[in-house]
């Protein structure tokens, strides 16, 4: 049990240290550019600060409306949806290109207690800007940042199933699907279809 509050405690420096001070050039981040290349210049992760709540908005706000990939309220307000992304229990980063925010993800344990040592993401990206190795590029840097904070594993809880492009490429970075909830998610046009488990161990 001990051991469990150290990790949560050791959780919470890490992300007091990183979520609203200027940022830091870490190891996660220098890995994360190595494995992109010579894209990496162009391409900034760091974490969220105040004045990345309005284009964080821009870019979760399309996709919850649209209620195609994500369990939540469609009609939320810009209010909830920004305690939600930005809580008291995750860690939010940004992805910059020259300057401009064009995609943003979250890290968080799973689970209280004794599932903390696994973590769980989400990632959104502008509409404007798939296609390019964003998500890519947020998921390698989120891998990085987990093993760097002593998580042993990554979970996705509830990746729905017409969300292919996501399912291959969460599994082309080592995700495995490990379990299928079916019909668990209502689509807005496809109805109800099935939600995919995923994990990988770090």
């Not at 969220?48 to 939540?72: F, S």
């Not at 810009?78 to 020259?98: C, K, L, P, Q, S």
Request: glycine fraction near 10%.
């Amino acid at each position: 049990m001990a051991g469990h509050h150290q990790r949560w405690l050791t959780w919470k420096q890490k992300k007091n240290e990183a979520r609203w001070l200027h940022p830091q050039t870490t190891a996660a981040d220098i890995i994360c550019q190595a494995e992109l290349g010579r894209d990496a210049h162009a391409m900034d992760i760091r974490p969220a600060a105040d004045e990345d709540v309005k284009p964080i908005w821009q870019i979760i706000g399309p996709v919850i409306r649209a209620g195609e990939t994500y369990a939540l309220d469609r009609d939320m307000t810009e209010a909830d949806a920004i305690a939600y992304w930005i809580g008291h229990d995750r860690t939010t980063f940004v992805a910059e290109e020259n300057g401009k925010v064009l995609g943003t993800y979250y890290i968080k344990p799973n689970q209280a207690g004794g599932g903390t040592h696994i973590c769980n993401c989400g990632y959104m990206t502008r509409a404007d800007a798939t296609g390019r190795g964003l998500a890519r590029a947020m998921c390698q840097h989120s891998l990085n940042y987990a093993r760097e904070t002593g998580f042993r594993g990554m979970q996705f809880n509830f990746v729905v199933a017409s969300n292919t492009r996501a399912i291959a490429l969460w599994q082309s970075l080592g995700f495995e699907i490990v379990g299928r909830l079916p019909g668990a998610f209502h689509h807005p046009t496809l109805g109800d279809i099935d939600a995919l488990v995923m994990f990988q161990k770090l």
